[in-house]
């Protein structure tokens, strides 16, 4: 099994910064990508970003040129950089893990991020 256990949500004005980290541990080694994912009231859970063992990154066109995906290996952890905050980043950012078939078999419990206009 794989526990995933994100950190550095807040509250920040429109314009501002956060970064979301997600640390891993257990079976790691079965983790082929991780990603971010946010989820507002109503609204389906929607990917944001994801980053493969192999340096790959993808995001939403809602977050290219403001969001970045990194990880760090020996640390079994994945960053969110967040810039220039919009309202409409709102919501609450998750964690997950992909095994090599693409199948997620890991959630984090969720980090709120709160944008103010």
């Known amino acids: 099994q794989v526990q995933l256990v994100e950190s550095g949500g807040g509250l920040v004005q429109a314009g501002g910064s956060l970064r979301l980290s997600c640390a891993a541990s257990?079976?790691?080694?079965?983790?082929?990508?991780m990603g971010w994912y946010r989820q507002t009231p109503g609204k389906q859970r929607e990917l944001v970003a994801t980053?493969?063992?192999?340096?790959?990154?993808n995001y939403a066109d809602s977050v290219k040129g403001r969001f970045t995906i990194s990880g760090d290996n020996p640390k079994n952890t994945v960053y969110l950089q967040m810039n220039s905050l919009k309202p409409e980043d709102t919501g609450v950012y998750y964690c997950?893990?992909?095994?090599?078939?693409?199948?997620?078999?890991?959630w984090g419990q969720g980090t709120q991020v709160t944008v103010s206009s």
């Open positions: 980053l493969t063992r192999a340096g790959l990154t």
């Open positions: 997950n893990a992909d095994d090599r078939i693409g199948v997620t078999f890991a």
């Open positions: 257990g079976r790691v080694l079965s983790i082929e990508s």
